[in-house]
């Protein structure tokens, strides 16, 4: 982001040291949730010609923009297809990464045995990749992303069900596994409850499989997270089915997966959560009249210099922020000029996203005079 807050800095560093806070700065209060490897793929491929790299650079290409919008049909855009032909164009590094086979073979028995595993790792360029779905009015999802706690029980039939736990020594690691993966592809920050004592004997598998969230709220409230997604997945027909709910800023959203086999149905599980998140918090594009419309944020409660930096480094941050200007500090209170990459209504969004910025109605403050611009309320509770 192009961001321009050095004019008022020195002023406001100044003025927060002078209230007797400046030990704050050796203290770092807890981020909010940022996805990692959202520009990087590792894909299987079978050998090293050029022909095999530029069919997985097409491949990771699609799954990154898949991550990046947090849109899984976004591959099917025209922009998007026209830009998989040249996939090579986006692409910052990459490498390749050969697994050594594990067989014990010597000598001439060790001709015979299986070939290691070759993996192509390619790390995209961020800046063509965010200019590619931006400049064709597609979503943009940022890095800052709500952490979301998973309640899923797996049946298997013949009585075989379980809730699963993040217990290090998991019984289940197939499940867990595949979680996981899907989680990765779609770029979400997930975590697994416990599933200790306190957990067993608040959520049962009935629970979730009979689609009852007043349970899983309440046993969630021990853990820090910012959405709740539950279900469950069992064998049906020759197939898998999993139903889903994801509860998110008090809105509750339920739909269905299918798929072939257990890893599939509980990818559907992810991959819809992630969906329904980003069609929240996604940038959606400039406005109609394709002019961007400035907004203010109006920040009180900021007493400390670590409280500063960390709300500048938020902003100079948040993907619908294109760039962000400090107006005015005064008594606590900090107001920036805000010129979002969309629309505004993608900044209210994303910070209230930030479990450490109460949104206040504009109706318990002043309003400013002579501005028509839309203004933005919060106040610093971390």
């Given at each position: 982001m192009n961001s321009s807050m050095t004019g008022l800095r020195a002023p406001v560093l100044f003025i927060l040291l002078l209230t007797g806070f400046a030990a704050a700065l050796f203290t770092r209060p807890a981020a909010a949730v940022e996805a990692a490897g959202l520009y990087r793929i590792t894909l299987p491929v079978a050998d090293r010609s050029p022909e095999t790299r530029d069919a997985a650079f097409q491949q990771a290409l699609g799954q990154v923009l898949i991550k990046v919008?947090?849109?899984?049909?976004?591959?099917?855009q025209p922009p998007v297809q026209e830009a998989m032909k040249n996939s090579a164009n986006y692409v910052q590094q990459f490498a390749y990464h050969e697994t050594q086979p594990t067989s014990g073979a010597v000598g001439a028995a060790a001709a015979d045995a299986p070939s290691g595993k070759l993996d192509l790792q390619v790390r995209f360029d961020p800046v063509a990749i965010d200019r590619l779905l931006s400049s064709n009015g597609l979503p943009l999802w940022?890095?800052?992303?709500?952490l979301v706690i998973l309640w899923i029980g797996v049946s298997r039939g013949n009585g075989r069900r379980f809730i699963l736990g993040s217990e290090s020594d998991s019984p289940h690691p197939a499940a867990s596994q595949a979680v996981e993966q899907a989680a990765r592809i779609r770029g979400l920050p997930i975590f697994l409850p416990l599933m200790d004592l306190q957990d067993q004997s608040a959520v049962r598998f009935s629970d979730l499989s009979g689609g009852f969230m007043g349970p899983v709220l309440q046993a969630s409230a021990r853990y820090d997270a910012n959405a709740v997604l539950a279900g469950a997945v069992r064998p049906s027909?020759?197939?898998?089915?999993?139903?889903?709910q994801l509860e998110f800023r008090n809105q509750r959203q339920e739909w269905g997966s299918d798929g072939a086999s257990e890893a599939q149905a509980l990818a559907g599980?992810?991959?819809g959560a992630?969906?329904?998140?980003?069609?929240?918090?996604?940038v959606s594009g400039l406005p109609s009249g394709g002019r961007r419309q400035v907004v203010f944020v109006r920040i009180d409660g900021v007493q400390q210099v670590a409280a500063?930096?960390?709300?500048?480094?938020l902003l100079d941050k948040l993907a619908p922020v294109k760039s962000a200007q400090l107006v005015s500090a005064d008594s606590g209170e900090l107001v920036f000029r805000v010129v979002p990459r969309g629309q505004a209504d993608d900044v209210a969004r994303n910070l209230g996203l930030i479990k450490w910025l109460q949104s206040m109605q504009a109706a318990t403050v002043a309003q400013p005079v002579g501005n028509s611009a839309k203004t933005l309320y919060f106040r610093?509770?971390?």
């Open positions: 919008s947090g849109n899984s049909q976004v591959v099917a940022g890095r800052e992303r709500p027909g020759g197939q898998w089915r999993g139903q889903w599980g992810i991959g992630a969906d329904r998140l980003a069609a929240m918090l996604a500063f930096a960390r709300i500048e480094h610093y509770n971390p």
